[in-house]
């Protein structure tokens, strides 16, 4: 497993989903033996890696590599000439080997499965950074599922996004237990939509340290929430703005004196200054917010509201659900696939349908109430053992349909 995305520091989601599914097939499945490799500083991005890693790092069928190189040195060879190859960042040869992230890949005799989380940086180039679209452009994501042996991703949305974008062959789809799952494809350039789990500790039930989270955070006790970074597809600005709107309209949520939390955006200051001369004493910004700390955050909000412009799925959505909390979100890409008939859906470009979806959810309590039981018996639906049973079989698949020449083949 190529594992390198665990040294950047604090965990984002794309690490929160490379360690769920790893301990699930870990434990699940003993007889496989899991390579996994990072680099960067021995001095920081190690001991970044060993403690994401846990308890992970000492279980017998899990081997550990660390390569102290400077990952931008690395990447600039692995650009320039395909070196060094994955097995010999491995020290080993492999069977298969999963990329659960985006980057640069170097040369592998064996058979590769990429994880695609999202088309965002195809879909809306526009909301990155010049030098992120640089970086994008020079990893060639279009040459990375063409070459490789079979593509993940978490949503349908993404699925067909990939297809339209890099012309590869449509996914086939069947109904399981209410979540749309494709069809086993042991054909090269298949691609197995496995959605996302959602942890056990997102639940409704509250926690003895509920309270002293919301302490910590020095939490109201009437909020929305919003988690996620504030990127501009994030569409923080209109929320804000919604926000304002829906508290001038709504005398209940003056009366309650609801505020907006925003966890997890890490430039709030510039961001809020486009909306406002003054600070606003109705907005609670939170940096960056502990994984055990969110489950409380979530139990302790009246809904969650996530009007992204793109999700190629919408974990918050779904963390939400299953803590028994309402959710408003987008309209488009995977958050209409993953909300369902559980969620409140809005045009994410149209401030005022926004703020009308806040008033109401704040006002109408029978609403609320019929979104948590709804989202809690969506969010049944989505396990992160039934992830990592999907995960696992698409690497045995690749492994037995393998051939030797293509391997040879693969750059």
Known sequence: MDARHLT???????????????????????????????????????????EALGDLSGKRNVVYVHRSVVNRILNLFILLTGRPTFEQLFGEAVDVIWCPNLNF??????????????????????????????????????SIARRAAALITPSNTTAMDLTRLYDLKTPKHREETGVTTPVPSLKRRGIEVIPHGVDEAFSPRPEPQDHGVRSRHDLPRHYLLHIGTDEPRKNLVRLVRAF????????????LDTKLVLAGASKLESLLSTVYRLPSHSIIPLDYVKDADRPALYRGASA?????????????????????????????????????????????????????????IVEDEKLRNHLVQVGLKR????????????????????????QPNDHQKRT
């Open 304 to 360: 969650l509201v996530f009007p992204s412009l793109y999700e190629g799925f919408g974990m918050p959505i779904l963390e939400a659900f299953a803590s028994g909390t309402p959710v408003i979100t987008s309209q488009n890409s995977a958050m209409l696939e993953v909300g369902g008939p559980a969620a409140l859906f809005v045009d994410p470009e149209n401030e005022r349908d926004l703020a009308r979806a806040i008033q109401t």
């Open 379 to 402: 969010a049944e639906n989505y396990r992160w053992d039934k992830s990592a049973e999907a995960t696992i079989r698409v690497f045995e698949e690749c492994i037995f349909t393998s």
């Open 244 to 255: 304002e709107e829906a508290k001038r309209q709504s005398e209940t949520m003056r009366r």
């Open 8 to 50: 950047g520091g604090k965990p984002s989601g794309v690490g929160g989903y490379t360690l769920a599914l790893l301990r699930a097939m870990t434990a699940s499945h003993p007889e496989h033996r899991f390579v996994i490799l990072t680099t960067g500083s021995p001095y920081r991005c190690r001991p970044v890696a060993k």
């Open 105 to 142: 890949l170097p040369k592998s005799r064996a058979p590769r499965i990429v994880t695609f989380h999202d088309l965002s940086f195809a879909m809306m180039p526009r909301l990155y950074s010049p030098w992120r679209r640089l970086w994008h452009t020079l990893v060639r994501p279009r």
